[in-house]
């Protein structure tokens, strides 16, 4: 193909640049786009840098910022591919949560009730809190009160209870009274990795019906009659109900077998005269909610038998104990108080032969031991509280205190003559 100048229109040689007639350039002209300045190119990588910087510092910051964990009765927690349990339970069963909590109370007096804290871990179910505890920065307990309640629960400063409650983490004693509704108790653990751990465990507290049995208005001057009103207060009541029962100043022959509720028994007081059990008085009441209470009644023995007799949790105050074999006996899995009461003449005079992981109250005030052949036999006690004798008299017994199984006792104010 003839190339032909593009500006003249002359014949052009095969390899010319430049036409021969008017010595313009034959090539075709391109557009040139004007340069980008060389501080553009660099503001915009910087710009392209930044946002990959900080994109990358979010993400990191995501990954690792403190997280909230909040359960009910339990929170399974995941650190450095271990898993815990933090919960909380009963003592006879730490794996399991409890995050219901049934109690009754009086409007006019407090309650008190431990709330337990267990660390486990969760494969095993074994005791992590030693473990665990090195990944807490601190500890304590809110409570998020019932706004139709009358009155606040309160919670303690959580503690390590090793006397009480040897098993559990932490231990709070919480106080109420029977109208506080049904308020929350939240534990609330701050690690120091800044993650935060609830565990909530709801109260729900009912107000005690407390019903009054005298002997000026129901029949009980004989045995066979207390027993028949026994059943009717057993079908009567629920086992929450609290029962007072009002005893008249006469002497009951045969023995007396309590099970099903519990009961709290006083004995007469007005001046006509005592109100005596001469036969075993044996509690075994497997459905009691409350503990079994006796006061001011004459427990009058032949040598012979129990005077009292505990298979489950109970109290005697302001009793006396005379000519028994075992004046008062705590077995299986009771916790037995004797308060103020005089226990003389017997073979031993207060037996405690109990296991299990409870214990109500720790003292053993005011009594008196009195030619006893063994005031005081201590061959199990559960838990490790102290037994406290404060004001207690010890006279003429053979062996004051026989304490087989090495228990915690408080003799500090106790008199030995």
Same mark, same amino acid.
């Given at each position: 193909?003839?190339?032909?100048?593009?500006?003249?229109?002359?014949?052009?040689?095969?390899?010319?640049?430049?036409?021969?007639?008017?010595?313009?350039?034959?090539?075709?002209?391109?557009?040139?786009?004007?340069?980008?300045?060389?501080?553009?190119?660099?503001?915009?990588?910087?710009?392209?840098?930044?946002?990959?910087?900080?994109?990358?510092?979010?993400?990191?910051?995501?990954?690792?910022?403190?997280?909230?964990?909040?359960?009910?009765?339990?929170?399974?927690?995941?650190?450095?591919?271990?898993?815990?349990?933090?919960?909380?339970?009963?003592?006879?069963?730490?794996?399991?949560?409890?995050?219901?909590?049934?109690?009754?109370?009086?409007?006019?007096?407090?309650?008190?009730?431990?709330?337990?804290?267990?660390?486990?871990?969760?494969?095993?179910?074994?005791?992590?809190?030693?473990?665990?505890?090195?990944?807490?920065?601190?500890?304590?307990?809110?409570?998020?009160?019932?706004?139709?309640?009358?009155?606040?629960?309160?919670?303690?400063?959580?503690?390590?209870?090793?006397?009480?409650?040897?098993?559990?983490?932490?231990?709070?004693?919480?106080?109420?009274?029977?109208?506080?509704?049904?308020?929350?108790?939240?534990?609330?653990?701050?690690?120091?990795?800044?993650?935060?751990?609830?565990?909530?465990?709801?109260?729900?507290?009912?107000?005690?019906?407390?019903?009054?049995?005298?002997?000026?208005?129901?029949?009980?001057?004989?045995?066979?009659?207390?027993?028949?009103?026994?059943?009717?207060?057993?079908?009567?009541?629920?086992?929450?109900?609290?029962?007072?029962?009002?005893?008249?100043?006469?002497?009951?022959?045969?023995?007396?077998?309590?099970?099903?509720?519990?009961?709290?028994?006083?004995?007469?007081?007005?001046?006509?005269?005592?109100?005596?059990?001469?036969?075993?008085?044996?509690?075994? *009441?497997? &459905?009691?909610?409350?503990?079994?209470?006796?006061? =001011?009644?004459? %427990?009058?023995?032949? @040598?012979?038998? $129990?005077? +009292?007799?505990?298979?489950?949790?109970?109290?005697?105050?302001?009793?006396?104990?005379?000519?028994?074999?075992?004046?008062?006996?705590?077995?299986?899995?009771?916790?037995?108080?004797?308060?103020?009461?005089?226990?003389?003449?017997?073979?031993?005079?207060?037996?405690?032969?109990? *296991?299990? &992981?409870?214990?109500?109250?720790?003292?053993?005030? =005011?009594?008196? %031991?009195?030619?006893? @052949?063994?005031? $005081?036999? +201590?061959?199990?006690?559960?838990?490790?509280?102290?037994?406290?004798?404060?004001?207690?008299?010890?006279?003429?017994?053979?062996?004051?205190?026989?304490?087989?199984?090495?228990?915690?006792?408080?003799?500090?104010?106790?008199?030995?003559?």
């Amino acid at each position: 193909m003839e190339r032909i100048c593009p500006h003249c229109g002359a014949p052009l040689p095969e390899e010319a640049s430049f036409c021969p007639r008017c010595a313009r350039d034959i090539h075709p002209r391109r557009t040139a786009k004007p340069p980008a300045p060389l501080r553009k190119k660099r503001l915009l990588g910087l710009l392209v840098l930044a946002a990959l910087i900080a994109g990358g510092v979010y993400w990191a910051l995501q990954a690792r910022a403190p997280q909230v964990y909040d359960g009910v009765g339990e929170v399974i927690y995941t650190d450095a591919d271990t898993a815990y349990q933090v919960l909380v339970a009963w003592p006879n069963d730490r794996c399991a949560p409890a995050p219901d909590i049934y109690q009754n109370g009086r409007a006019e007096e407090t309650t008190r009730w431990p709330s337990r804290l267990y660390v486990n871990y969760k494969d095993t179910g074994a005791d992590a809190w030693d473990e665990f505890s090195a990944r807490v920065e601190s500890f304590r307990v809110e409570v998020e009160q019932d706004a139709r309640g009358a009155s606040e629960l309160t919670a303690e400063a959580p503690t390590v209870r090793d006397d009480y409650s040897p098993d559990a983490a932490m231990v709070s004693t919480l106080d109420f009274t029977g109208d506080c509704g049904e308020p929350q108790v939240v534990w609330v653990l701050e690690l120091t990795n800044g993650d935060v751990i609830r565990v909530r465990q709801t109260m729900h507290v009912t107000l005690i019906n407390t019903y009054v049995y005298d002997y000026h208005d129901y029949p009980m001057e004989t045995l066979e009659q207390l027993r028949t009103l026994l059943d009717r207060i057993e079908a009567e009541t629920d086992r929450l109900d609290e029962v007072l029962v009002y005893l008249p100043p006469v002497t009951y022959t045969g023995k007396l077998e309590l099970t099903g509720r519990s009961y709290e028994f006083h004995g007469c007081t007005d001046g006509t005269g005592r109100t005596v059990f001469t036969d075993t008085v044996h509690v075994a *009441t497997e &459905q009691a909610y409350w503990l079994n209470f006796f006061y =001011d009644i004459d %427990f009058v023995g032949d @040598g012979s038998g $129990v005077g +009292l007799s505990f298979s489950v949790s109970g109290r005697a105050t302001d009793c006396t104990f005379t000519g028994w074999k075992t004046a008062v006996l705590g077995y299986g899995y009771a916790w037995v108080n004797v308060i103020g009461c005089h226990l003389a003449d017997n073979q031993v005079g207060f037996h405690f032969n109990s *296991t299990g &992981q409870s214990a109500n109250h720790s003292l053993y005030n =005011d009594n008196r %031991f009195e030619n006893n @052949g063994t005031a $005081v036999l +201590l061959e199990s006690v559960p838990t490790d509280m102290t037994l406290d004798f404060v004001g207690s008299v010890f006279a003429g017994n053979g062996t004051d205190i026989d304490n087989r199984c090495d228990h915690s006792l408080d003799l500090s104010q106790a008199v030995f003559s």
